[in-house]
């Protein structure tokens, strides 16, 4: 049975910081584009960054280029996602997600899904 598991979400002050992982298990991470993605209430599933096969190619979305850094230690089966410098629109629930196409930046190409952690940034 595939899993993934996302945990490293809370509350947390703007411009403060956040560290998410997610793990997997039923499969290996390190054939597959893995993605994060975010939604906030009311809105559509949004691309936050992917990272390659290979983690030499990472590809963000801009608002969170500069902020963020997505990772993965395949030794540990886990992606990362790195989050600095957050302000109030990063607010959402945060998913990890893993695709088999090389460059996936849509959640319609994304096969696996986490459950989801809730990621909020509030004075």
């Known amino acids: 049975q595939v899993q993934l598991v996302e945990s490293g979400g809370g509350l947390v002050q703007p411009g403060g910081s956040l560290s998410l992982s997610c793990a997997a298990s039923?499969?290996?991470?390190?054939?597959?584009?893995m993605g994060w993605f975010r939604q906030a209430p009311g809105k559509e599933r949004d691309f936050v960054a992917s990272?390659?096969?290979?983690?030499?190619?990472?590809t963000y979305k801009d608002s969170v280029k500069g902020r963020f850094t997505i990772s993965r230690g395949d030794a540990m089966n886990t992606v990362y996602l790195q989050m600095n410098s957050l302000i109030p629109e990063d607010t959402a629930v945060y998913y990890c997600?893993?695709?088999?196409?090389?460059?996936?930046?849509?959640?319609?190409?994304?096969?696996?899904w986490g459950q989801g952690t809730q990621v909020t940034v509030s004075s």
């Open positions: 997600a893993a695709s088999g196409l090389l460059v996936a930046t849509t959640p319609a190409v994304y096969k696996y």
């Open positions: 039923g499969l290996f991470l390190s054939s597959y584009t």
């Open positions: 990272i390659s096969r290979s983690g030499v190619s990472t």
